[in-house]
Nanobody
Framework: QLQLVESGGDLVQTGGSLRLSCAAS????????VGWLRQAPGKEREGVAC????????NFADAVKGRFTISRDNAKNTVYLQMNSLKPEDTAVYHC???????????????????WGKGTLVTVSS
């Protein structure tokens, strides 16, 4: 059974940067597209970014385009979310999840991703 562990969340000031990691503690990310989703207090979960299994395709929510990038190192069984120019509205618990091969065509499809990790908290102070 695949188990995902997110890390890298922290308290950061507006305009700062963080890099989140999603690692498979049990199983492998090979053949799996990996998506990041976030949930802020009192808000619905929303898709953030996704990368295909071989890393050749990515997609991003409009709210993070131009600020966030996503990458993967299959040798390390890890996917990274680089977050720059952070804003207070980026504050949330960030989770990663997966599906085979390719990302959902739209962020609204991220809800169908599987094997969610417990998440890592990102807090952006104003």
């Amino acid at each position: 059974q695949l188990q995902l562990v997110e890390s890298g969340g922290d308290l950061v000031q507006t305009g700062g940067s963080l890099r989140l990691s999603c690692a498979a503690s049990v199983g492998t990310l090979e053949y799996l597209a990996v998506g990041w989703l976030r949930q802020a207090p009192g808000k619905e979960r929303e898709g953030v970014a996704c990368i295909s299994s071989v890393g050749d395709r990515t997609n991003f929510a409009d709210a993070v385009k131009g600020r966030f990038t996503i990458s993967r190192d299959n040798a390390k069984n890890t996917v990274y979310l680089q977050m720059n120019s952070l804003k207070p509205e980026d504050t949330a618990v960030y989770h990663c999840a997966v599906q085979y091969y390719d990302c959902p065509t739209d962020v609204s499809g991220y809800a169908d991703l599987q094997h969610w990790g417990k998440g890592t908290l990102v807090t952006v102070s104003s």
